[in-house]
């Protein structure tokens, strides 16, 4: 059975499926909720009718705001493009490195299909789930108020537990 994981937030539940050919964003993803790094973490980016982020410990503290989407483990996951950015889809984010490293804790979910992200000469980013629960909190969450850098004005804090061992 895939590893399935609820992300509980402020604004309700999105149940979330991990690909298995993508084990090694799997296997990490299963390992920080093991880990309860992800609880109270913010959902810290939002952008209407493209996606919502999360997954930067720094996003606990509201005065690190400013820094809020630079934090993470001080580790990369190595690419593996497999499935396409389509609307409640779960992916990696990344910084701009050469390699198209993933980020070794942040993610976002597809809000509407991004297919121009899959392309790895230009983008490339690694899609390891999808939604299969509560995409209409995904939604709900990409269209709160926000400020400059699509931070939610009120905070959206998530927890997250595995429905599935792995």
């Not at 779960?90 to 804790?105: F, T, V, W």
């Not at 992200?117 to 999808?130: E, H, M, N």
């Amino acid at each position: 059975m895939p590893l399935q994981f609820v992300i509980e937030t402020t604004l309700g539940n999105i149940t979330v499926e991990l690909f298995d050919d993508t084990p090694q964003h799997r296997d990490n993803f299963a390992k920080l909720v093991a880990e309860k790094y992800y609880d109270g973490v913010r959902f810290h980016r939002v952008i209407k009718d493209f996606m919502i982020q999360g997954g930067d410990p720094l996003s606990r503290d509201e005065s690190k705001r400013m820094m809020h989407g630079t934090g993470g483990p001080d580790y990369r996951i190595p690419a593996e493009f497999k499935h396409a950015n389509k609307r409640g889809t779960l992916a990696a984010a990344r910084d701009g490195n050469p390699q198209k490293a993933s980020s070794g804790s942040q993610f976002y979910i597809n809000v509407k299909d991004n297919l121009f992200l899959d392309d790895p000469r230009q983008a490339g980013y690694t899609v390891f789930g999808k939604v299969v629960d509560g995409m209409d909190v995904a939604d709900k969450i990409s269209v709160v108020p926000k400020d400059a850098r699509d931070n939610p004005t009120t905070p959206i804090t998530m927890t997250i537990r595995a429905v599935t061992k792995a």
